[in-house]
């Protein structure tokens, strides 16, 4: 029986525009861009502070001397957020609806100091949730958030889903995770824990209605 659902953030409750994202890093004068930038798990400075090995002044100064000019954070952030291209409010609601009927809600990401200054604040459902039009910050729909530049791990290591399992107290059989890449899901599936792999910006909410009724 499901317990505990565990959602991918980028390409399951964000619609990803990895494009766009490449475009505006490459306005900032980043050479080949399209090289240096991954849909799932990212390389180089980009992979170095998503994995916190970095902080993000760190990152605004080494991207700055890939780009050869000095960029400001604003400059860094919008760049990260051409990843960001809609957040379904679908996928809002459903979360709400599972957290009412008892499920245990994690959001488990590679991530970012600058797309988490959005997602954390009430940018993230500002005119998409009924209920709170003002908007509230992605932490405020889940029980608890595991970001992969706070833990210091990107999936698809399993250590990071092993992080979760012990910091949470839960099982893997009875915890399901949905995210977009492959090797993330093979990754969680090798860990005992059960998979849905929706694909990015498709609505996967009556899906995973369906699998938690079987």
Known sequence: MIKNIIFDFGGVIITLDQP??????ASLGLPDASSQLDAYTQGGIFGAVEEGKIGAE???????RLCSRELTWDECRHAWLGYR???PA????????LR????RLIML??????MMSWAMSNEFSRGIDAECMEGRPAGDYFDAVYLSYEVGCMKPDRRFFAHVMQHEGIQPGETLFLDDGPRNIEAAAASGI???QPENGADWTQLLLDRLAE
């Open 20 to 25: 766009e994202a490449i475009r505006r890093f």
């Open 90 to 97: 679908r996928n809002v609601e459903i979360l709400k609806r």
């Open 194 to 196: 059960h998979t849905m």
């Open 100 to 103: 009412r009927e008892g499920y």
């Open 85 to 87: 291209k809609e957040v």
């Open 109 to 114: 990401s590679n991530t970012n100091p600058y």
């Open 58 to 64: 760190t990152f605004r100064k080494e991207l700055s």
